[in-house]
């Protein structure tokens, strides 16, 4: 009986590490590849660049918009090479993004807050530790002295593939 007992443990104890190890969904998206850019590949003759998109809130408020040009420079390099933050409201809040490139299991590297301006941010370059397979655009504020608050949402941008719906994305 201890012997049955002690596999059961040894053996619970195995599989709770191994799901701790395991790689997330997130890594399930491909890498993104030298030359990929940011595109919205479902519509023909467009430029490149996500269009523009709507920055909300945690109540879904509208709060401004943004446009986004990136491209990979190697599969570790991530260039956004142009920006624009659009306050739309102008309430005394502004708007604020935070870009970070996601890489390995589910880890993160900062490009930067951006803040919406009347002219827009140019050649942004970050460098990954491994392979990055996702942009996240974070929708953020800054009020009450605060530089920054994440508003609830966040824009995910990854490789196109025909199984996935994420668009615009990086082809």
Not at 69 to 76: C, D, I, K, N, S
Request: proline content about 5%; glycine content about 10%; some cysteine.
């Amino acid at each position: 009986m201890k012997t049955f007992l002690r596999t059961t443990v040894v053996g619970g104890v195995f599989l709770a590490v191994l799901s701790l190890l395991a790689p997330t969904a997130y890594a399930a998206l491909p890498t993104l590849k030298t030359g990929d850019y940011l595109q919205r590949r479902f519509l023909e003759n467009q430029p490149p660049g996500t269009g523009r998109l709507w920055v909300k809130n945690s109540s879904g408020q509208i709060l401004g918009s943004y446009e986004l040009w990136a491209e990979v420079g190697t599969p570790r390099t991530m260039r956004m090479t142009q920006l624009c933050v659009h306050d739309e409201l102008a309430n005394g809040r502004g708007v604020v993004l935070r870009l970070m490139v996601k890489y390995g299991s589910n880890s993160s590297k900062d490009l930067g807050y951006f803040k919406g301006r009347a002219d827009c941010y140019f050649g942004v370059q970050v460098t990954a530790p491994s392979d990055i397979w996702a942009l996240d655009v974070d929708h953020g504020e800054d009020w009450s002295g605060t530089p920054y608050r994440y508003a609830g949402h966040y824009d995910r941008f990854g490789l196109w593939t025909p199984t996935t719906d994420l668009w615009p994305s990086f082809d």
